[in-house]
Structure formats: C-alpha cells, structure tokens
C-alpha cells in the first residue's frame, strides 16, 4: 500500500516545527523604545551567532533558532552593553524584553534575567522538557514519547482530549518517526535513547498548520548535539527480581513469582571535530531481559484424559460417564476416538482448575512461568556544521540504527509449555535518518530545509506445524511467520519572513509511505 499527502500551510506563527524563537522590545531607563539596537544571540555551546536589529518601534525577532542555551548581547550608541544568557526550548516561543542603561558601549552591564514563561506568540497548549528535566522522571523502559502520558487531557491508552492514539504524531529532529499503521500512541518507530534527546515538546492542543498531519498530540524530539567540549556519559539501570512480587493467581496456583532481570545499559559521547564549525555525536545503548512471564494452558483434566466425562446438571449433580456410557450415547456406538486419547495423555497435568472454562469438570488450566528473553541495541549518530563562520548556514545530518529480538507484544509467542522455546521472535532492523539545512538570508528572512528518512523493518518467525485443534491448547505451536517493510520519505520546508511588527511563515510538506507485508 503507498499512501501520497502533499501539505501547503501559509500561517502568521513565530517558530516552525522542531526550532524555537525569541522576540522582545528594547527601551531605555524611562520605557522610551530603542530603535536600530544590535542584538547577538550566540549558541554557548557551538559559539554560533545569529544577528538582528530592533526596528523602528523597538522590537527584535530572532526565529528558527535551535533550541539551546545562549548568552545574548544588545547594544546601542550611548548605552552600556547589555549582556544574558537565556534558554530555548523547542516549539516554545520566548520573550525578552531588555532595558538599556546609560553608559560607553566599552562597559557591560550582566543582567540575570527571566524570560517570559507564558506563550503569547501563538495558541499552542503543552509543556517543553529540558535535558535535565527528561532525566529526572522516571520512565520504565526510558521510553521518552511516554512522557506525553503526563500531560493534562491524556489518557493512559493514548488518547489526546478525545482523539485516537493512532492520531497522536512524532518528529525527530524533523523526520515523521511515526507507525502509519500503528495503533500505540506512546511508540516511535526508531528506538530513541533517553540519554541522546536534548529537547522535547509535547502539544496537546492549538497547534498550528506547521505541527504534524493528525489530529492527536504532537510530541517533537531534538537530538542532542556535540559542543566545544567533549562531554559523554555511561550508565547502567537494573530490575531485579528480589524487588517484584507475585500475582495473585500465580499464589494460589502454587506458581514461584516469574523472574524479572532487566539490563538497560550504554554510553555516550560528544564534542567538537573542527572548533566552532563541525561537531559530533554519539549514542549506544543495549537491553537484555531474561525474565518469565505469566502464562496459561488449556489442558485436559486427568479424568477426561481417560475417556471420562463430567457433566453437571441443572440440579446441581455431576454425573461421570465412562467409555462404556459415551459409546452407548453414540449413534455409532463407536465411544472415544483412540488418537485423540493419546494426543491428551501427552499433555501434563493442569494445576488451576478453578480458571478453566467449566471450572474443572473435563478441562484444566496449567499456569506457568514462561521464559522472556529480550535482546536490543540502538545506535544514534549526529553531525552538526556550520558551513560559515557567521553561523548563517548550518546543516545538521542524524542517523539510528536499530537492532532487536524479543517475543512479540503479549504472550502468543511465548512457549507453549514449560520446557518449550518461545514459538515466535520478532526482529527489528528499523533504522532513520534526518537531515536540515538552514538559511539566514538576512535579518529578516529564514528558511529551513528538512529531509527524513524512516524505514520501518520487522519480522517475525513463526512454524508450518499442521496440529489438530479440539479445545485444548495445542501440544506444539502453529504461529507463522511474517514481516513488514515500511519506509516513509518526509520533505518539508519552513520559511519566514518579517517586517515590522508582522511575522509571516510558509512553507510545504511532502510525505510518502509505503506499506509491504509478506505472511
């Protein structure tokens, strides 16, 4: 299946997807507005400046800025320089308003000074989540998309004030990472290591024609990026069975508690390779489970492995029928078929008849632990450069690489029975791959480029085993075996223009997806 969406927005917002904007009014000691001030906001990290000029009435906008940290500079003939740092976080439009003080434009007056938390710029509800701040929540498996289950109007399944989970749309530096047949809405297609974000946004509301193609919250990521200083990390996170107890059903079945052992490891790295102009990094991150889960079995119960029948009546009696009985309520008067009693006398003994369908009388249940194992491994590679040392065009190239086996979501793939191998493993070799170029025209004019790559690639083994089914789970597993090839191509491009008190932003989406099943 290939599905073709072509997007044309043309809107009056500040900032396009996946980049930030500061915008503020400068004026002196007396609130009088400061015309033709140079403003410089410089990356702290990477060195790189961008440059506007406040106009007529005082007012500056810098849009389409990386998120980051900055040190911001204002200057003005016959005032002090006036000098900050300031965050910006992604999809959040920030203000500063700066005051000047009298004074040689040789003096620097540091000001420590707050933006502006509350976005006046555009309609769009959600909360932006710093480095700092993904780190410390706590997230089972480091899934980072599942931080949008924290937001108001969200619910455990999903859903975003009322809309489907499949609605709910991903970006990554950019790329749409997004299952477009998916049904999760708190899954990437690429695994995306927590320790590799360095922003992330979730809108939940009035977002704009620039932000996603669905209707449900829109969860935009940014990944970190190298610096002037080399800096990495190494970590290791562990779940242990000594810390989990045992369900309810596994109790009174006589079922030890299911082992829980969760590796989630790796490494990081980033810095310069060209000071000021080529930066890189790198992220490797592994997982191995080798946990049991719960498991039930439909197995006959002893008796009716013999041939036996139980059947209760309405009065409240159970009566037993031999094989003589059964043969004689045959039409045929043939009874028991030989085969099928020797196919049931190789099933083992259930230990939970009270969770079998007649509560014991014929059938029987066998809860067991089932082995779980789980191997997985991501990779996240990003070069940033500036291609001139005024920082006015910059290209960005990220790369994932995913590799994974584990059983597949639930317990069908899971040993049959106790000493069995899981009946299915399911590969994913899903890998992306984004790219952005940025123009800065002039002070007035941005535009920027994106191109992303996701190609979704799973399979799943499975059996041709051709078993009889009569009721009963069968002794041996008949799950086949499939696989899936998804790749999605995403061209977009943002520009924006200002003039005045006016900001214009336009720009085009071009996505195509490709859906190729083999079962």
Excluded: C
């Excluded at 410089?40 to 106009?55: F, K, Q, Y």
């Excluded at 004074?103 to 710093?130: K, L, M, R, S």
């Excluded at 970590?235 to 000594?242: A, H, P, S, W």
């Excluded at 075996?481 to 924006?496: K, M, N």
């Amino acid at each position: 299946m290939k599905r073709l969406i072509v997007s044309l927005l043309l809107t009056m917002l500040p900032l396009a997807a996946q980049t930030s904007s500061l915008q503020g009014v400068v004026t002196d000691a007396q609130g009088a507005v400061v015309p033709a001030a140079a403003i410089t906001v410089t990356n702290t990290e990477t060195n790189t400046p961008r440059s506007s000029l406040t106009d007529e009435s005082g007012k500056y906008s810098l849009l389409q800025m990386p998120p980051g940290s900055y040190k911001m500079q204002v200057q003005a003939p016959g005032f002090s320089v006036f000098s900050s740092e300031i965050r910006l976080q992604i999809n959040t439009p920030t203000t500063l308003n700066v005051k000047l003080e009298l004074g040689q434009t040789t003096e620097t007056v540091n000001v420590t000074a707050e933006a502006v938390a509350i976005n006046t710029q555009d309609a769009t509800v959600g909360n932006p989540f710093t480095e700092l701040q993904i780190k410390a929540i706590p997230l089972q498996t480091r899934n980072v998309v599942e931080l949008l289950s924290v937001q108001p109007g969200v619910s455990s399944t999903g859903q975003v004030l009322g809309a489907r989970p499949d609605q709910n749309n991903v970006v990554l530096d950019g790329a749409d990472v997004n299952d477009n047949q998916g049904a999760d809405g708190f899954k990437a297609v690429l695994p995306i290591p927590l320790d590799s974000v360095q922003e992330f946004r979730t809108t939940i509301a009035g977002q704009g024609a620039d932000l996603g193609h669905s209707a449900g919250g829109q969860v935009s990521i940014v990944t970190k990026g190298g610096s002037n200083a080399f800096h990495g990390s190494l970590y290791e996170y562990n779940r242990n069975t000594l810390f989990e107890a045992n369900d309810w059903f596994n109790n009174r079945a006589g079922v030890a508690r299911p082992a829980l052992v969760r590796n989630q490891y790796g490494g990081s790295i980033g810095g310069p390779i060209l000071k000021n102009r080529l930066f890189f990094f790198y992220n490797w991150e592994g997982r191995k489970d080798r946990s049991a889960t719960p498991k039930t079995a439909t197995v006959p119960s002893e008796s009716f492995k013999t041939g036996v029948v139980n059947v209760l009546l309405k009065s409240g009696q159970t009566v037993t029928m031999n094989s003589a009985a059964i043969a004689q309520v045959d039409p045929l008067h043939i009874g028991a078929n030989p085969f099928i009693l020797g196919l049931m006398k190789q099933y083992p003994v259930g230990n939970n008849p009270l969770g079998a369908s007649d509560k014991g009388l014929n059938f029987n249940q066998l809860l067991f632990n089932a082995p779980n194992v789980l191997n997985n491994h991501a990779q996240v590679a990003k070069l940033d450069y500036n291609l001139d040392s005024a920082g006015k065009h910059t290209l960005m190239v990220r790369g994932t690489l995913n590799g994974a086996s584990s059983p597949p979501t639930g317990t069908a793939g899971l040993a049959q029975f106790p000493g069995q191998a899981a009946s299915q493993t399911q590969l994913d070799n899903s890998r992306g791959l984004a790219g952005r170029y940025t123009a800065v025209f002039n002070a007035h004019t941005v535009n920027v480029f994106n191109y992303g790559y996701t190609r979704l690639g799973t399979a799943t083994t499975g059996t041709q085993n051709v078993i009889p089914s009569f009721g009963f789970t069968t002794l041996q597993p008949t799950t086949r075996p499939s696989s899936r090839i998804a790749p999605t191509h995403l061209l977009s491009d943002d520009i924006t223009w200002t003039a005045g008190r006016h900001s214009v932003q336009g720009g085009f989406a071009f996505r195509y997806n490709e859906n190729l099943r083999l079962a």
